[in-house]
């Protein structure tokens, strides 16, 4: 072995011996991930008994909120709904400063979490999980991290996060360019000078949408490369307010159990009055015009994502969908001066809502800058990057700085990246070439005693991912639970199963406009990626309907098997 080779051998065995001391290798459980579902989960494991531990790439709680940290980052789904319910402690002792809480206030709020619920022993931080493996004869997965920390386990959670996988845009000359990059979603822990810095930004997205009137604010001079325009409403972020918290504070209960009925979104809609909040379950076409115009009007000053649900059919009637989009061109064009620069940010050719639909603070009036340019890359591509700027039309547009905010490989990407093998020594990737296929977004078929949590086939993306998560925690926990009282060590679902529950997740979106558009959704935004719909559009109502049907069927479609493989349960869910 050569000298070299050998001292990163010594080293990497000293890393492990004196850092993974404290952690058993032998575990129940390993999540992956501690963001609001891997930590919520470790917590539900470890409260009933449960040997868990969580590894977690990052140097600290909070999954997606650790790494988005650009300048303007903010949830589009409102704080208090933001929020673990499960913990009454949690619930006294954390107060929300704002209407839409902002990146670092959601990050405290996991940090506070994993301390007030001692979990941060039980986290094992700048570890990334390589592979894992499931091993017929053991029943048990071998997880392997980059640390050399090596870890067998009966179950296997991957709370890995619908949008942890960054995606490069494949730009000439990137290599070369001398001024500093930043992808939005690995943005780093100091802060960046922009004044008296030229600037560009690749991508309007929620990241753009939010980052750039940040920016703006603070550079020489900032260019945005603009691809598609998106439809952006006004957050209308407001500190919170007394009378809000109070309202909160009393009427908590009530204003979840009307979440999980679907009749709140938690999007915007939490305080708003009722009579308006009632129009997203009224066909448009019982309102006059003159109604409409009132409604989009009172929803948009309303702030929020709010105006998707304007009428029950925003999402499933062209004619609706376009009236709703002409109104937000109408404003866009009533807010930026500039003709020009009005017709370039004005969505064009694609359903309002297909794309995520982006809440920002005076994005459209930051247009208005005399700073801020827009190139219109599908006229005018980024021909290439030199060491100073970008090659536009044929001539450089010098850049000291070029932020990436292009978006995810979107909740397929975190697990087909790791090498995740099944029993019959498949990996994901391979089983998923064709797209995701889950029972339930919870579990697949030749990977046994795996989960996933937020995961393709769940709600996921289309609702509040706090609040799925937390469903999912609970079935899992239950499942887990029920499968030790019995002496079970083994649980798997069936390819019939499977199917089932991945065709009602295809057959959803055939009567939405959803199908149509070419979107992160559906998987359009990386290249070389199978095209379907990666999240359960039925909504949490539905979805929770369907698993608790299953729960209380004894885990219907969960087949459990004993460690001398004797006792079986678990009959298909579509055996009857
Ligand atoms: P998104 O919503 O996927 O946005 C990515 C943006 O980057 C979008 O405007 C893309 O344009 C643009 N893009 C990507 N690649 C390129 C290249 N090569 N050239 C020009 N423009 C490009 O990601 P976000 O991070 O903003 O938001 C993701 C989710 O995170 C968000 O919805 C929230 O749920 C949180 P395109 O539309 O593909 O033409």
Known sequence: MPPTAYLIYIMSIQYTAESDAMIPNDVDVVVVGAGFGGLHMLYSLRKRGFDAIAIEAASDVGGAWYWNRYPGARCDVESV?????????????????????????????????????????????????????????????????????????????M??????????????????????????????????????????????????TQA?????????????????????????????????????????????????????????????????????????????????????????????????????????????????????????????????????????????????????????????????????????????????????????RPLDILILATGFDALTGALTDLELTGEGGESIRQVWENGPHTYLGMALTGFPNLFLIGGPGSPSVFSNVVMTNEYQVDFITDLLVSMRANGETRVSVSLTDQDAWTDKVNDLVKSTLMAKADSWYVGANVPGKPRAILAFMGGVSAYRAICDEVRTNGFRGFRREGADSAACSGESATAS
Request: charged fraction near 25%.
């Open 81 to 157: 709904a933001y929020s673990f319910s499960f913990s009454p402690e949690l619930d006294a002792e954390w107060q929300w400063s704002e209407r839409y809480a902002a990146q670092p206030e959601i990050q405290a709020y996991l940090r506070f979490t994993s301390e007030r619920l001692e979990l941060r022993d039980h986290i094992r931080f700048d570890t990334h999980v390589d592979s894992a493996r499931f091993d017929k004869e053991s029943a048990t997965w071998t997880v392997a991290c980059d640390t050399g920390l090596i870890l067998h386990a009966r179950f296997c959670i």
């Open 212 to 396: 750039i009137p940040e920016i703006a604010k603070r550079a020489e001079h900032l260019t945005v490369f603009l691809r598609t325009p998106n439809f952006t409403v006004p957050a209308r972020n407001e500190p919170m307010s007394k009378e809000r918290l109070n309202e909160w504070i009393s009427n908590r209960s009530n204003i979840r159990a009307a979440m999980w009925r679907g009749e709140i979104a938690g999007a915007g809609d939490v305080h708003m009055p009722e009579e308006l909040r009632l129009t997203r379950i009224t066909a448009a076409r019982e309102f006059t015009p003159e109604q409409r115009l009132d409604v989009l009007n009172r929803r948009w000053d309303f702030g929020g994502a709010v105006l998707q649900g304007s009428f029950q059919d925003v999402m499933t009637d062209e004619a609706v969908n376009e009236e709703v989009a002409e109104f937000v061109r109408a404003k866009i064009r009533a807010i930026v001066k500039d003709p020009v620069k009005a017709d370039k940010l004005s969505p064009k050719g694609y359903a309002l809502g297909t794309k995520r639909l982006c809440v920002g603070t005076d994005y459209y009036e930051t247009y208005n800058r005399d700073n801020v340019g827009i190139v219109d890359v599908r006229a005018t591509p980024i021909e290439r990057l030199t060491a100073q700027g970008a090659i536009v039309d044929g001539e450089e």
């Open 159 to 208: 709370a890995t996060g619908p949008i942890s996988v960054p995606i490069l845009p494949d730009i000439a000359g990137i290599d070369g360019f001398e001024g500093e990059i930043f992808h939005t979603a690995r943005w780093p822990q100091h802060s960046i000078d922009f004044a008296g810095k030229r600037v560009g930004i690749i991508g309007t997205g929620s990241s753009g």
